[in-house]
């Protein structure tokens, strides 16, 4: 007995995606969690004036600190 063609050809894959549709919520949690996390990132750094990226001579104590110890020394 010979099989016929029809069960002899598999099953034609119609999926376009590389990956298994199952992973789309993981994919789109992890986007989701990417984006928001490099969104508050970039909030908090712009908007945080306690937060010190440079150096600003305005801001800075550091020569009220050695003035202060030289005269202590002197």
């Known amino acids: 007995m010979?099989?016929?063609?029809?069960?002899?050809?598999a099953?034609?894959?119609t999926s376009k995606?590389?990956?298994p549709v199952?992973?789309?919520?993981?994919f789109m949690a992890i986007?989701?969690?990417l984006c928001s996390g490099s969104y508050f990132t970039y909030k908090k750094l712009t908007t945080d004036k306690s937060l010190?990226?440079?150096?600003?001579?305005?801001?800075s104590a550091l020569e009220d600190v050695l003035q202060q110890k030289e005269n202590n020394d002197n």
């Open 31 to 33: 986007s989701v969690a």
């Open 22 to 26: 199952e992973l789309t919520p993981l």
């Open 52 to 59: 010190r990226l440079i150096t600003n001579p305005e801001q």
């Open 2 to 9: 010979q099989p016929s063609l029809r069960l002899l050809n």
């Open 17 to 19: 995606l590389p990956f």
């Open 11 to 13: 099953a034609k894959k």
